[in-house]
């Protein structure tokens, strides 16, 4: 006897309805689990526009770092780990002082706020960003 001919092969089959369902599941959780790096720059208060405020030559101490990351304040060699002491000793003498900060273009941004934040350590208060001078192209 015999039962129904012909056997049938059974294709073995993915359903893939879902699919569009679990991708879109998996964005949404790497999305919502994500940690964006947002750059933290310079925390520093600008004044608002207004009126030009004129300082005594006297209350400007020069700071000056140079291409190499060597720093002069008033036209003396200071070491970075010196900086504060000499910020501090300055400010004892004259209190009003407003340090100018002016670095070579070509110096390194890390150096720049290393100075920055020594002159801030040896509580300067006033500290003006200067801008660089243009070179003349050769």
């Known amino acids: 006897m015999r039962f129904g ?3 049938r ?3 073995a089959e993915i359903p893939t309805a879902s699919m569009a369902d679990i991708a879109f599941l998996l964005i949404v959780f790497f999305m919502l689990t994500s940690v964006f790096a947002t ?3 310079l925390q520093i208060v600008l004044p608002e526009k207004g009126e030009v405020v004129k300082i005594k030559k006297g209350n400007i101490a020069q700071v000056y770092v140079n291409a190499k990351g060597q720093v002069r304040i008033e036209e003396e060699d200071v070491s970075l780990e010196n900086i504060k002491n000499k910020v501090e000793s300055m ?5 009003s002082l407003v340090f100018s900060l002016k670095a ?3 110096c ?3 150096t720049i706020i290393k100075v920055f934040d020594q002159l801030k350590l040896g509580t300067a208060e ?3 960003f200067a801008p660089p001078e243009k070179r003349e192209k050769p």
Do not use: P, Q, T
Request: charged share 50%.
């Open 9 to 11: 092969k059974m294709k």
């Open 126 to 128: 006033r500290i003006a």
């Open 5 to 7: 001919g012909r056997r």
């Open 108 to 110: 390194k941004y890390e």
């Open 39 to 41: 750059e933290k720059g």
């Open 104 to 106: 070579d273009s070509r």
């Open 91 to 95: 400010l004892a003498v004259n209190d």
